[in-house]
């Protein structure tokens, strides 16, 4: 089992920036994939940004450029630095992980996003005008 705790969300301005966190423990190793999604009232789950086992990164179109996605192996946590925030970027972001990277990508893409191992519990980011 994997258990992350997520943290860093909160309320901004447009043009703003947050990084979120997310705490790992647990069976770490046994992950191929992290990442990152996001759900905003009334739409699905959609990916933001995954890194796998790799460090190879995807991002969700909408926020190339913006965001990144890194990880401190050391501390056991994954970030997003998410930079120029916009309204459509208010949602509650999930950290999420897998032993799978097929299911990771997948999910990435929307496809399977209920099948991920592992999630969090979820941080708000609110960006206002």
């Known amino acids: 089992q994997v258990q992350l705790v997520e943290s860093g969300g909160g309320s901004v301005q447009a043009g703003g920036a947050l990084r979120l966190s997310c705490a790992a423990s647990g069976s770490t190793r046994r992950t191929e994939c992290m990442a990152w999604l996001r759900q905003s009232p009334g739409k699905e789950r959609e990916g933001v940004a995954s890194i796998d086992s790799d460090d190879k990164t995807t991002f969700a179109d909408s926020v190339k450029g913006r965001f990144t996605i890194s990880r401190d192996n050391a501390k056991n946590t994954l970030y997003l630095q998410m930079n120029s925030l916009n309204l459509d970027d208010t949602a509650k972001y999930y950290c999420?992980?897998?032993?799978?990277?097929?299911?990771?990508?997948?999910?990435?893409?929307?496809?399977?996003?209920?099948?991920?191992?592992?999630w969090g519990q979820g941080t708000q980011v609110t960006v206002s005008s």
């Open positions: 999420a992980a897998d032993r799978s990277l097929y299911r990771c990508m997948t999910a990435m893409e929307g496809i399977g996003v209920g099948d991920i191992d592992f």
